[in-house]
């Protein structure tokens, strides 16, 4: 009695299946030539922000109307002291070699320039020792041409700096971020070759109005991330043999909680399978290997013109916060990835040796078979076009979209550099809080340190105690990195961001 | 030498019973007192026996202190705890942590408050205790023991908990829960599910972290009330699943 009950379920199921698959195989599809139809406009409205000044020229750091002096450090010199000496407007260039230092650099308009002779360049080596290479905080800052390896923490990580080009560096095994300009406006990050990276090659934090392009990124965690950031173009890159290629989301617990409006084109993502090796419970740690394109609760992204292949979990996952693993819930963060745009990509070979959780998605559809993309989770006006091409599950109630490209958008920089950003004494504990503790520092979930919430938990009524602790942090977690010494900040900017730190609610 | 001991700490507890019954009037009627007393019994003279077998197995090759004979009746012969008596397991938690509590429950840091009925239990031991003779014997013996196999109870979204484990707890009590001395934070894993969600109720209502001293409780009580309900059970959820 029981078996004829299963077996006519299963009838049942199996007739659906078939009708599924035998009724849509019969309609025709529409096909969309995406050099036809109409252009996306955007989700960019300069005329609205008052940051925006128009201008025919276009570079994210100002021109030079007056050129500095010039500096010129040599092998065995320090860059530190060319910094020093330099005022804004200068620019120093650094002869091949090889430096042992972190370079700090707080004021504005400053450029570095690597001196690439007959191929060497000037290489900052930090020996497994120190922990950034380059820590900006000034705006309109340049650097350029270096080959950055073996530190612990940073190659090249910007703190609240406006206005940034940082190009053609070579950055190997250099810890957690390869590239991290923090709370910054208008950037470019371009023709940078980064690899061995156990978070993020690229982690474009919480900024806006950034362009991340023709880069070469493989063997990291995850390749590129643009993470609670606004108006980012990823285009032309290099991804591949990463654990996850190309990633918008929006990280729960930061100060600031929205990433919308990314544009991902024109980029090579494939055979992202790498192993990951980040922190086991940390965010990052938990994207399953052979994640082509990651889209978790951020809004607008749209992917097109990709060549996506040999991903083997898929090409594309789009989730929101609680299908995520390793993802604490924001109340002030919206989970949803709404308004997904996938346009026209490349798709193969994606999804072959997929999760058993995408498995099991892919039979609540009757599908089976090597998935290019894979929706989980709410998302609320996502549009498709050409969606009979792929393998996938998720998208069947997805509109077509209006419009078949992005060609109308060019990129998404200020046609004029930002005003310097300028802080306020009473708003220096937040604006360090922002682009400094925030790089590593949520409030509730585990990224690179432990939550805010716990540090407040540790630190209740005592500021002074994490301000001593982050001038000579000490290793108290066997399996999170050792915390860098901030002690580039003064003493009174060191306890106004733990008191901030410690009054934090979200 | 074990029954004397028996004798001698079933008559404390009587007492002890009785003592809080008045003074919080609540919880038992003397009808349900006498049962849970005649469970109390049984259970202890299973345990004892139980004991004793396990004493005869000479894998052990850690020796107990004569110290520890009071002890074994709630907490067993090899820290193993007994979910019925409300005693945590002991065996494998840290030398620093099992001495910071004995000294806590002695100078009354812990189990002082008039509703920590398990708490108030223990002290009246602690106080009893040398720390500077008895209490290293002891949590040596304890840290030495290997850890204890539990069958746990405990249901619950092992990712969600997960998820929650590793934003709320685990940057202090470790990435497996197993715990960190330079965080002051004790092994979780291999703990009744039980305990540990009582003590998480004690730090929550003031029970436990409650004392201005007591910084180490406060920080862990200030943590404890950002959880509760199916989130704090998929938390215990994912610590139960730690081996």
New interface residues.
């Given amino acids: 009695m029981v078996s004829k009950k299963i077996v006519a379920v299963v009838m049942v199921v199996g007739a659906f299946a078939a009708g599924a698959y035998y009724g849509g195989s019969q309609k025709a599809p529409v096909i969309t030539n995406s050099s036809a139809g109409a252009s996306y406009s955007g989700g960019y409205d300069k005329s609205a922000d008052s940051d925006a000044k128009k201008s025919s020229k276009k570079s994210a750091v100002k021109q030079r109307t007056e050129v500095g002096e010039t500096h010129v450090v040599n092998d065995g010199e320090t860059i530190m002291a060319a910094v020093q000496a330099a005022k804004p407007g200068d620019t120093i260039q650094v002869m091949p070699g090889t430096y042992h230092e972190t370079v700090y650099v707080d004021k504005d308009d400053i450029r570095i320039i690597g001196v690439i002779k007959e191929g060497k360049r000037a290489t900052l080596d930090g020996k497994g020792v120190l922990n950034d290479a380059f820590l900006y905080s000034g705006n309109n800052f340049v650097v350029e041409n270096f080959f950055i390896t073996k530190y612990k923490g940073n190659g090249v990580m910007g703190q609240a700096g406006n206005n940034f080009e940082i190009r053609n560096n070579i950055i190997e095994d250099t810890g957690v971020y390869g590239i991290f300009p923090q709370l910054g406006k208008n950037g470019i990050v371009e023709y940078n070759v980064i690899s061995g990276i156990e978070d993020a090659a690229i982690y474009v934090g919480m900024s806006d109005n950034i362009h991340v392009a023709y880069n070469d990124v493989f063997a990291n965690v995850a390749g590129i991330e643009i993470e609670n950031s606004r108006h980012a173009i990823v285009e032309n890159n290099n991804v591949y043999n990463n654990t996850g290629g190309i990633l918008a989301f929006i990280t729960p617990g930061l100060p600031i909680k929205t990433t919308y409006d990314v544009i991902i084109r024109n980029n090579f993502i494939y055979n992202n399978n790498h192993k990951n090796f980040g922190?086991?419970?940390?965010m990052v740690g938990s994207i399953p290997a052979g994640t082509g394109i990651l889209i978790m609760a951020s809004d607008d992204v749209v992917v097109e013109d990709n060549i996506i292949t040999g991903n083997k979990t898929t090409g594309i996952l789009i989730t929101d916060h609680a299908n995520a693993?390793?993802?604490?819930i924001d109340p002030e963060s919206d989970p949803n990835p709404d308004g997904v745009k996938i346009l026209n990509n490349l798709m193969y070979n994606n999804g072959y040796d997929t999760i058993d959780e995408v498995k099991a998605l892919m039979l609540t559809e009757f599908k089976q078979g090597e998935p290019d993309i894979v929706r989980v989770g709410v998302t609320n006006d996502s549009c498709i076009i050409n969606r009979h091409r792929y393998v996938s599950v998720g998208v069947n109630g997805w509109a077509e979209c209006e419009f078949t490209n992005t060609d109308a958008i060019d990129s998404y920089l200020l046609d004029e550099p930002v005003p310097p950003r300028v802080i306020d004494p009473s708003e220096r504990g937040k604006v360090v809080y922002n682009g400094v503790c925030a790089g590593c520092h949520t409030y509730?979930?585990?990224m690179i340190g432990?939550?805010v919430?716990?540090i407040?938990?540790?630190y209740?009524d005592n500021p002074q105690g994490v301000a001593d602790f982050i001038a000579s942090p000490t290793?108290?977690?066997?399996?999170?990195p050792e915390m860098p010494p901030q002690n580039y900040l003064d003493e009174k900017t060191r306890l106004a961001v733990a008191e901030y730190m410690l009054a934090q609610k979200k | 030498m074990s029954v004397n001991r028996c004798y001698h700490v079933v008559p404390d507890k009587v007492i002890f019973f009785e003592t809080v019954k008045i003074k919080a009037g609540m919880f038992f009627s003397i009808t349900l007192l006498n049962k849970v007393l005649g469970i109390l019994l049984f259970i202890l003279a299973l345990v004892l026996a139980f004991s004793f077998s396990v004493q005869a197995n000479e894998k052990l090759n850690v020796k107990m202190p004569a110290v520890y004979q009071q002890c074994v009746s709630c907490h067993g012969d090899v820290g193993q705890g007994n979910n019925l008596l409300n005693a945590p397991v002991l065996a494998g938690l840290s030398k620093a942590y099992l001495t910071r509590q004995l000294a806590n429950f002695k100078s009354g840091l812990r189990g002082s408050h008039a509703q920590d009925t398990f708490g108030n239990q223990m002290q009246p031991f602690a106080k009893a205790l040398d720390l500077n003779k008895d209490v290293p014997l002891l949590v040596a013996y304890l840290a030495d023991l290997p850890t204890v196999d539990i069958k746990q109870a405990a249901k619950g979204n092992l990712k969600n908990g997960s998820r929650y484990y590793q934003g709320k707890c685990g940057a202090c009590h470790g990435g497996v829960a197993q715990g960190n001395e330079a965080m002051k934070a004790p092994k979780l894993a291999h703990q009744h599910t039980e305990y540990l969600r009582r003590q998480m109720k004690n730090f929550t209502t003031g029970l436990r972290g409650n004392h201005a001293n007591d910084k180490y409780g406060r920080q862990m009580a200030m943590m404890a009330k950002t959880t509760s309900g199916k989130e704090l059970e998929d938390i215990l959820y994912f610590i139960a699943m730690q081996k």
């Fill in positions: 922190a086991p419970g940390s693993p390793g993802v604490t509730t979930g585990r432990p939550p919430q716990i407040q938990a540790l209740m290793k108290k977690r066997d399996d999170y």
